[in-house]
């Protein structure tokens, strides 16, 4: 397992419960075990709302969330999936921490 930083950019009007329930899903499937790996989040940082350098998706404010996380490939690859479908995810950047 290896060591990786999830940043999520979530739409400003979305309610806390999206946002906790956005949340509440990566860590579920960070957590969850692949050939007897179980991930664990190490850090959460929520940096609230901002305003966008430029536009997505006609948006200007946005809600950011950082998370630092250990898991397997498979869960990244979950992962994926479940924020390409979310609509309130805005963007999202998985990025693998060096050693």
Do not use: N
Request: net charge negative; glycine share 2%; charged share 40%.
């Amino acid at each position: 397992m290896r060591e990786y930083e999830l940043y999520l950019i979530i739409d400003a009007t979305a309610d806390e419960e999206a946002v906790a329930s956005i949340r509440e899903k990566m860590t579920q499937l960070i957590s969850t075990t692949h050939k007897d790996e179980t991930g664990e989040v190490i850090k959460e940082d929520s940096r609230g709302k901002r305003r966008l350098t430029y536009p997505i998706k006609r948006h200007t404010e946005s809600q950011d969330i950082i998370l630092t996380f250990r898991a397997s490939q498979l869960a990244l690859k979950e992962m994926e999936r479940v924020l390409k479908l979310d609509e309130k995810v805005l963007r999202y950047l998985i990025v693998r921490k060096d050693d």
